[in-house]
């Protein structure tokens, strides 16, 4: 059995990392528009990565109710990030797609957490990030393994 102190250290840390990660998260958001919240960041960064979604599709994707995902698009058309247009292949439904101003800013904040993250990391050995690389990938895999 692991050692208590060990794991608690280690809970300790992951807790450090994703907050760390809201941090930045919440950071890029603000850097794209100023009045972007976080849930507003993950929908915007869904239809840049994945390009136009129907809004249940988001939904689906982001783990939210269709109220949610109605309420986060309608936010981000006022700020101008994302435009609704009809489905070609449904009529009756629409499409909600990134604006090419929202791209432009989406990747530039992208590129400057790149940059901060590799900027923290250059200190580091190479046998050090390859094993925090593989560390990395074997939690995000037990992870997957839960859902």
């Known amino acids: 059995m692991q ?3 060990l794991l608690q250290s280690v809970e300790d840390e992951f807790t450090a990392i994703l907050l760390h990660a809201r941090d930045m998260l919440i950071r890029r958001a603000k850097s794209v528009h100023p009045d972007l919240q976080a849930p507003g960041y993950r929908l915007l960064s869904l239809v840049i990565r994945e390009d136009a979604q129907q809004q249940g599709a988001l939904a689906e994707k982001l783990r939210l109710d269709k109220a949610t995902i109605s309420r986060l698009v309608q936010q981000l058309e ?3 990030l994302v435009v609704r247009t009809q489905d070609p292949s449904d009529g009756r439904a629409q499409l909600v797609s990134a ?3 929202a791209r432009q800013k989406w990747r530039d904040s992208g590129n400057t957490l790149r940059q901060e993250l590799r900027k923290q990391l250059t200190e580091w050995e190479e046998t050090d990030l390859q094993n925090f690389g593989k ?3 074997r ?3 037990s992870f997957e393994e839960l859902v």
Do not use: R, W, Y
């Open 3 to 5: 050692d208590e102190k």
């Open 78 to 80: 006022a700020l101008s």
């Open 139 to 141: 939690l995000n895999i």
């Open 135 to 137: 560390l990395l990938h």
């Open 99 to 101: 604006t090419d101003e």
